[in-house]
């Protein structure tokens, strides 16, 4: 399990405005990161504590700060991005992603975004694969 987790605006909710603060993510009282989650924003909001060790904290400055922020929180563990491809993407196209764990479903939702945009001239090397009737697991490292 990762020590921290992050994830873009949509990822945590609907809103494309100002905040609705009642609005506590996706996943009801109990979301599945168990872990301080920073959610890349452009608007400020109060941190968003839920059950089982879940903090939803907002950054405003970035994505370098997200991952100093992630990075101090998980301590020894390691940091995870949770999504969406958007966010994804800027971190590869930073250099930021040391192991890249895809989990591809023949789903997509909305007009859907496609993961690698503006990521050019990545250099990950296939490390695993395991396929069930529902979805194909990949692994890439840099």
């Known amino acids: 399990m990762a020590g921290a987790f992050i994830m873009g605006r949509k990822m945590f909710g609907p809103d494309r405005g100002e905040w609705d603060l009642d609005w506590h993510g996706w996943w009801g009282p109990n979301p599945p990161y168990h872990a301080p989650t920073f959610v890349l924003c452009h608007r400020p909001r109060p941190s968003v504590e839920l059950e089982g060790g879940t903090v939803f904290h907002f950054v405003t400055d970035g994505i370098e700060a997200a991952l100093e922020r992630a990075r101090e929180a998980a301590g020894e563990k390691n ?6 491809p958007g966010t994804l993407n800027q971190y590869l196209a930073a250099g930021l992603v040391d192991e890249l764990r895809l989990h591809v479903a023949p789903f997509v939702a909305g007009g859907g975004e496609r993961l690698f945009d503006g990521a050019a001239g990545l250099a990950l ?7 069930t009737p529902h979805v194909t697991h990949l692994v890439y490292r840099r």
Do not use: E, Q
């Open 79 to 84: 940091v995870s991005i949770a999504g969406g």
């Open 125 to 131: 090397k296939p490390v695993s694969s395991r396929t």
